[in-house]
């Protein structure tokens, strides 16, 4: 946890909000697309075997996109938490009085 010894309240919620503001592009999770499910699911009965063909092709790429989606979202994870990390550790060593951290 923090080592808040010393610091008023008021600057450690500032230096806590600073470093949560200077997160990177990359740790909000703005890469990581949400892919769309396709409609054709949602049109009722398969009229042909190609219409069934079609929308079964469809599932299963959208199943794909999800697979990948969620290993983005689960880097993006592990991303932010090096980060936070990272910077919870530089944080702690300048509120310790350290000079090159």
């Not at 997160?23 to 890469?31: D, E, H, I, N, R």
């Not at 469809?58 to 990390?85: G, H, P, V, W």
Request: aromatic share 12%; net charge negative.
């Amino acid at each position: 946890m923090f080592f808040l010894n010393g610091l008023s309240k008021g600057a450690a919620a500032a230096a806590l909000l600073l470093v949560g503001l200077h997160q990177p592009v990359s740790a909000m999770g703005l890469f990581c697309t949400r892919p769309t499910a396709p409609s054709c699911p949602m049109m009722g009965k398969f009229d042909s075997d190609w219409e069934f063909s079609s929308c079964k092709s469809e599932m299963e790429s959208y199943q794909d996109s999800i697979e990948r989606y969620f290993d983005c979202l689960n880097d993006e994870k592990t991303a932010t938490i090096r980060e936070y990390n990272e910077a919870v550790e530089r944080f702690n060593c300048y509120a310790r009085g350290g000079s090159f951290c």
